[in-house]
């Protein structure tokens, strides 16, 4: 059974700060993985897909990272902003044909003016 | 271009009721996904539905029930509704061809409260 951990639960980041989010999962038979991001009491914003077969995905200060083999993945905000203050959520599709994403708990965000 | 809907926003039922929550997917997508997400929780995988048929089922009691119709709008029951059951109900919509790179997109989702 395929398990996600994202440590940790909460972080708190100066505004202008350079922040890395850790994604954790047990089974690297993975499809591919997505980052997320989550305002409070809304639906979810896909930020970055990374196939299996990838290492690396960049979008504007966003840059996420896969290492399939020891089950993990980073996310990396660049020039932190208030903006950014979310939940984000990492999600791992195993199955071809079948959607399924497992979703881990999240990393609460807050950026500090 | 319209994202996922869903409707309706926010609902309150009590113990013991049955709710319908409905679902638009994004226009030319061809599969819906439902998720429950409890405070505080990621995300929690209840169906997947393509082509009006059944893909994948999460572990979810058979109090939830879905169905997909021919314009790939869905529709999410849960018969005999506990305290339980109170959370963000999520659908997510993807073309469903299996790529690699096939990302789903999220609805605003629909806020439930059991009493």
């Known amino acids: 059974k395929q398990e996600v951990t994202q440590i940790p639960a909460a972080l708190s980041v100066p505004e202008g700060e350079n922040l890395v989010l850790n994604c954790s999962f047990t089974?690297?038979?993975?499809?591919?993985l997505q980052w997320f991001r989550q305002d409070p009491g809304k639906g979810l914003t896909s930020l970055l897909l990374?196939?299996?077969?990838?290492r690396e995905q960049t979008s504007g200060r966003l840059n996420a990272s896969l290492d399939k083999s020891s089950g993990r993945s980073t996310l990396y905000i660049a020039a932190s902003q208030p903006g950014d203050s979310a939940t984000y959520l990492c999600a791992v599709s195993s199955n071809f044909g079948n959607e399924k994403l497992t979703f881990g708990t999240g990393t609460r965000l807050t950026i500090i003016p | 271009d319209a994202g996922v809907t869903q409707s309706p926003t926010h609902l309150i039922k009590t113990r013991g009721q049955q709710v319908t929550l409905r679902c638009s997917p994004i226009?030319?997508?061809?599969?819906v996904s439902w998720y429950q997400q409890v405070l505080g929780q990621g995300p929690q995988f209840i169906f997947q539905?393509?082509?009006?048929?059944?893909?994948g089922r999460g572990n979810f009691p058979d109090r939830f029930s879905a169905r997909q119709f021919p314009n790939y709008s869905s529709e999410l029951n849960v018969n005999a509704l506990l305290l339980g059951d109170s959370a963000l109900y999520l659908c997510a919509s993807s073309l469903g061809q299996g790529s690699f790179t096939d990302t789903q997109y999220f609805g605003p989702g629909t806020r439930l409260t059991v009493l």
């Open positions: 226009s030319g997508h061809k599969s």
């Open positions: 089974d690297s038979a993975i499809y591919n």
């Open positions: 539905y393509y082509e009006k048929e059944e893909r």
């Open positions: 990374i196939q299996s077969s990838q």
